[in-house]
């Protein structure tokens, strides 16, 4: 995918006004046409992305009786460690596969909003991350990690808000106490072959307004589908995140920007297919409370909005109960 789009965040942070209208119709027409790519010049520090990614990986490396230790308690809860055989993401879009080829560790929001009683909020959004024991440093390396892409993503926000000729601050009222979360993948070397129909990540989507992935360098297997129907490659941008926009996004944008279907597929075993894989994901969604409605400036004279408004928080919890019916069908 050698036209994969590279966007650089620095130079637009930089820009002139004229400069930045120009650059937001050239995420716009992205955004249109797959929603996803890449952000060059991030400014994230070096030292961030190295200390959570050699820590995640020192946790991967663990037996399995110490991951177990910082186990999610119970089906369905959002937060630490979730085991190889436990989630199969293809039945969120109501297709039946094998459990994908992957284990991750999972964490939320760093601290609740004073005031916030919703006791949905606090279960689910703001439950509490079960940090591991070991290794050393891991919380610490985490959190330095999210909260740089907490502050990323609402630079990529401001991005956004120009691309939809919109103030460059506009979202800032939404997300400025997000419930969003990180999300530590491995997928494991395989000693045996696949079941039939079993992939590292089943096809979905992603369900808030927007995810930072940041894959190993090097690494193979995710696709995306292309508006002509055809499932395409995405290449790791060496220094460089991978983002997508997510379901919410969609929904604010009247389906103006696409939430696209993605995979992680076992590459061929002679091209790296069986080697071992990480990643990480944040997936940033909007406050609890956030009213996500659909944007006027993503309205035609004489439209009409093709959704009803939400509220963040309770649809994400819609997104999630959906997927957790599909999965114990």
Not at 164 to 172: G, H, Q, V, Y
Not at 265 to 293: C, K, T, Y
Request: proline residues 10%.
């Amino acid at each position: 995918m050698a036209d994969f789009p590279i966007f650089d965040l620095g130079a637009f942070e930089r820009a002139t006004p004229e400069e930045k209208t120009r650059l937001g119709e050239t995420v716009d027409e992205i955004c249109r046409k797959t929603g996803f790519l890449a952000i060059a010049e991030h400014s994230v520090p070096t030292d961030v992305i190295e200390a959570v990614w050699q820590s995640a990986r020192a946790f991967f490396d663990l037996s399995p009786e110490e991951k177990n230790a910082a186990r999610a308690p119970f089906p369905g809860y959002p937060y630490g460690y979730l085991g190889p055989g436990t989630e199969a993401l293809a039945k969120s879009k109501n297709v039946d596969t094998p459990p994908d080829l992957k284990e991750s560790f999972n964490g939320g929001p760093l601290a609740v909003p004073a005031g916030m009683t919703d006791g949905e909020a606090l279960s689910f959004c703001y439950a509490q991350t079960i940090w591991p024991a070991g290794p050393e440093g891991f919380a610490d390396a985490w959190k330095a990690y999210y909260r740089a892409m907490e502050d990323l993503a609402r630079r990529i926000m401001r991005v956004f808000a120009v691309a939809l000729k919109l103030p460059e601050d506009f979202f800032e009222g939404f997300i400025d106490q997000p419930i969003s979360a990180l999300r530590a993948l491995n997928y494991p070397a395989q000693t045996v072959a696949p079941q039939p129909g079993q992939l590292r990540a089943g096809a979905h989507t992603d369900y808030g307004s927007l995810t930072i992935l940041l894959p190993e360098p090097g690494s193979r297997g995710l696709e995306i589908l292309s508006p002509e129907g055809d499932w395409v490659s995405v290449p790791p941008v060496p220094g460089a995140f991978v983002i997508n926009i997510g379901d919410l996004m969609s929904l604010w944008t009247n389906d103006r920007w696409v939430s696209t279907l993605h995979r992680v597929v076992n590459p061929p075993p002679e091209e790296g297919g069986m080697d071992r894989r990480q990643s990480l994901a944040f997936f940033h969604q909007p406050n609890w409370f956030a009213e996500i409605r659909c944007l006027d400036t993503c309205l035609s004279p004489g439209d009409e909005p093709r959704y009803q408004p939400v509220l963040s928080g309770p649809y994400l919890m819609g997104k999630f109960k959906a997927t957790v019916t599909a999965k114990a069908s």
